[in-house]
């Protein structure tokens, strides 16, 4: 088995990209990631998609084949992955998995969504597909809605407020600012956070991640193809994939997703490290509370205490512990779904490089976590300084 | 690297299914996979999950995170993989890969497609998304449209004629008739298909295979994991995976699909066999003009001259060479277009474990031949009597 390296990462802008396609967004990235990592055009060998949106959308399938037609890759081998909001994360997963079995020299994986045209009721509409459709969706449960009835369980089982949401939000958004490619980059106060229209009791519209247009890649490779990379390879020490529940009625919780604390469980093993060795985590805040959720159960804080730790600081770059989505986070950077979970992957990348905007001083160990829907799929992925 | 073997196959009936729904369907192919390997549900630690058409007809995301649950198989990786028609040779693709990349003990590679619901209109509609939908697509290219330009294309260069399209019409449907899940189970005759409707010229309603329901699926581990299987384990000698162009303008010929090309050559290299040594083979039959190009593309007669041994019956039981289709293809037992990849498996499983109906007498070396689209992607699997 080889061991998989990330040779070189991209972003696309995230935010409204009304002329440009999506394909257009997924050839953007996979270029930049290209050029990144040094390597020659004709050493890719296989290209994985990650998309939740577009079929539903633009009703293009095999956009992988016609990503790679544009990128001039030849006959490399071409899969579409979807795993909802968690699909970038499954493509990446596909390429190191591709690297270690020898199928592949190096593989591009690109996520991408657009998802600003249809306007927010039809893509409201259309998130709900993440969900188990014939039961919560065709009970009218919204995606806000459903992280609204997670807010609230969390909210009587551990006593967590708006003061904490506020205090997720407030720090996303302020990290965002360093982050050229983020949709938003202006700090938001706890007034605007209060006053803000009311989605999904408690959430407020800046408790949701946007509705945004972008695309992310990664080039994974073995290491003997590590040599050109622009500032340095990463060695993936972990990529582990979960799934769970998809519909409220299989749910045991709603204030932990089984499928993160598998994936992390499984992660930590692989890479032998623990949460107090991860130095930077990017993980998946599609709303403030789940990253309260997040950082229960990927082990930085137990439950019950995660929200008291995010409120005092705890998990920002002047903490002692874990930094948190020094990115800004999906609600700072932007939520291009089906591309999540690649730039989260480009943001840990940089950081173990040393050359992120809001660089965590020494950070050797790097952790990159994407939830799919209600938790039905979740990839976690651990990366270390080469 | 571990080596792959197919422990467990099977296909649920192909033809109507107005009771069940596609979730139905794979839950059922996944469930008697399981069973025909020997493994315990909890030896299964991931699901790859083929389909094209769900997202537009039912709208549901993470189906193979549904089906993981309904079958019961707890925190399992769950990735939903889409390649158009070739779908389901992507996901046996992919439980290949993760078994040889230490990822999985076992995984369940389903298939499945419910088309039958929406009609015949809608549905040519959305299997236009299989093609480049920004060109093709908008210029109101049908698939059967394709084809029948791939059929014109072969007949001005080759000179194959209609009677050459009803040996592979009449074979197939012949074949069929002995498959206990094929849809169709009666033979045909030259004047039924010469006056069948004309749908997009030259090809007539018998060249198109038929719009199904279906599903199918393998279960591939390794070798220590091998020894419950109920009729024998078949080993995977090669599984390669390849793309193509999607729009018509990017094709240099359309009398050969380059995707099966590659990826024959390379599975032919990876399993140390040439096409001498293929006993028996399921290739993707989409329409009758397929099968001729394909017999090409995959170096079992040169082009120019299959569609001439296909009318001698050179590639039937009673031939000398390698025996296609003896399932009956796509044409006889269906093409749920998401299900027919691990289909074209479950036969040549059946072939090589010397239970198939159809049986090609002391076959040793099968193929089976997924196309996805027009060329976008193909998969071509070569497996081994164990």
Redesign the interface.
């Known amino acids: 088995?080889n061991h998989a390296f990330v040779a070189g990462t991209a972003t696309t802008a995230f935010g409204r990209h009304p002329d440009k396609t999506l394909i257009d967004l997924a050839v953007e990235a996979g270029e930049m990631a290209i050029s990144d990592s040094g390597l020659e055009r004709s050493e890719i060998d296989a290209?994985y998609f990650g998309n939740?949106l577009g079929?539903?959308i633009?009703?293009?399938?095999?956009i992988?084949?016609?990503v790679?037609?544009r990128l001039g890759l030849g006959?490399?081998?071409?899969?579409?992955?979807?795993?909802?909001c968690g699909s970038a994360g499954?493509a990446l997963?596909?390429g190191v998995?591709?690297v270690?079995?020898?199928?592949a020299t190096a593989a591009l994986c690109i996520g991408a969504e657009h998802m600003t045209r249809p306007g927010t009721e039809a893509i409201t509409k259309?998130l709900t597909?993440?969900g188990?459709?014939?039961t919560d969706?065709a009970a009218g449960l919204t995606f806000p809605g459903f992280f609204g009835l997670v807010a609230n369980a969390h909210a009587a089982r551990y006593g967590s407020r708006r003061e904490h949401l506020a205090a997720v939000i407030m720090q996303n958004r302020a990290s965002a600012i360093t982050n050229p490619n983020a949709m938003f980059r202006e700090a938001v106060s706890a007034d605007q956070i209060a006053s803000g229209k009311l989605i999904a009791d408690p959430l407020r519209l800046l408790d949701c991640s946007p509705i945004s247009d972008g695309a992310a890649a990664a080039v994974v490779t073995d290491l003997a193809h590590t040599t050109g990379s622009r500032d340095g390879a990463v060695r993936v020490l972990a990529c582990?994939?979960?799934?769970?529940?998809?519909g409220i009625r299989?749910m045991e919780t709603l204030t932990s997703f089984?499928?993160t604390v598998?994936a992390a469980q499984r992660a930590y093993k692989s890479a032998s490290v623990g949460p107090r060795d991860v130095d930077v985590v990017e993980l998946h805040d599609c709303f403030s509370i789940t990253e309260v959720v997040n950082v229960g159960d990927l082990g930085f804080f137990p439950h019950g205490e995660a929200h008291l730790a995010i409120a005092e600081g705890l998990t920002t770059s002047s903490g002692p512990g874990v930094v948190v989505n020094p990115s800004g986070g999906l609600l700072g950077r932007g939520h291009p779904v089906g591309a999540t979970g690649l730039a989260q992957v480009h943001e840990v990348v940089a950081q173990l490089r040393g050359t992120a905007a809001n660089q965590v001083p020494g950070a050797r160990v790097g952790m990159a976590h994407n939830l799919?829907?209600a938790g039905?799929?979740a990839t976690v992925t651990i990366l270390g300084a080469a």
């Open positions: 088995m290209v939740f079929r539903g633009d009703g293009q399938g095999v992988a084949s016609v790679a037609r006959n490399v081998a071409t899969t579409n992955v979807e795993g909802a499954i997963r596909h998995l591709s270690a079995a020898g199928a259309l597909e993440a188990e459709m014939s969706g582990e994939q979960t799934s769970g529940p998809v299989h089984p499928a598998a799919g829907g039905a799929t």
